[in-house]
């Protein structure tokens, strides 16, 4: 069993920079692989990046290419998106999420989810 919890969300104008922090409980955080995942009002939930066990693999959603960053550190149980260059559409609430698998992109392949941050971008 994994319990995440997310912080680090707020209110930032259109150009900003925030970065979102996914402390996860449990001794097995380095065998799971993580990813984050956002959802806007009235839309579905959506892959926004994601990253293996090591941090040797990354992957992201052609929207934030070049403007997210996904890491972690797996002495601290933890797994980071820094995003810059953010966008009023970046607006979401974003969910950090963990798979004992294969890094994977499709939401439903995820185990555990945490509550969600709240991002807010202005024009």
């Known amino acids: 069993q994994v319990q995440l919890v997310e912080s680090g969300g707020g209110l930032v104008q259109a150009g900003g920079s925030l970065r979102l922090s996914c402390a996860a409980s449990?001794?097995?955080?380095?065998?799971?692989?993580m990813g984050w995942f956002r959802q806007a009002p009235g839309k579905e939930r959506e892959f926004v990046a994601a990253?293996?066990?090591?941090?040797?693999?990354?992957y992201y959603a052609d929207s934030v290419k070049g403007r997210f960053t996904i890491s972690r550190d797996n002495a601290k149980n933890t797994v980071y998106l820094q995003m810059n260059s953010l966008k009023p559409e970046d607006t979401a609430v974003y969910y950090c999420?963990?798979?004992?698998?294969?890094?994977?992109?499709?939401?439903?392949?995820?185990?555990?989810w945490g509550q969600g941050t709240q991002v807010t971008v202005s024009s």
């Open positions: 999420a963990a798979r004992g698998s294969l890094v994977d992109v499709t939401t439903s392949r995820y185990d555990y």
């Open positions: 449990g001794r097995t955080f380095s065998t799971y692989a």
């Open positions: 990253i293996n066990w090591s941090g040797g693999s990354t």
